[in-house]
């Protein structure tokens, strides 16, 4: 049902989103909230990206 691709593509999506929650509270160091932020954006942008290619790749 699910492709390796998929799970490349979640996974990917999934370590963006828990390294934004890192810099957000500041496990890695002192808080970065703004950059927080701007990982977190990441996670959509991950999704979007992995379901244009398979769609491109299955019209073609």
Same mark, same amino acid.
């Given at each position: 049902?699910?492709?390796?691709?998929?799970?490349?593509?979640v996974g990917a999506a999934f370590l963006s989103f828990l390294f934004s929650i890192a810099l957000w509270f500041g !496990?890695?160091?002192?808080?970065?909230?703004?950059?927080? =932020?701007? !990982?977190?954006?990441? !996670?959509?942008? =991950?999704?979007?990206?992995?379901?244009?290619?398979?769609?491109?790749?299955?019209?073609?």
């Amino acid at each position: 049902m699910f492709t390796k691709s998929d799970y490349l593509i979640v996974g990917a999506a999934f370590l963006s989103f828990l390294f934004s929650i890192a810099l957000w509270f500041g !496990v890695l160091g002192p808080s970065q909230k703004d950059s927080g =932020i701007f !990982v977190g954006l990441w !996670v959509p942008s =991950i999704l979007a990206l992995g379901l244009y290619f398979k769609l491109n790749a299955r019209t073609a």
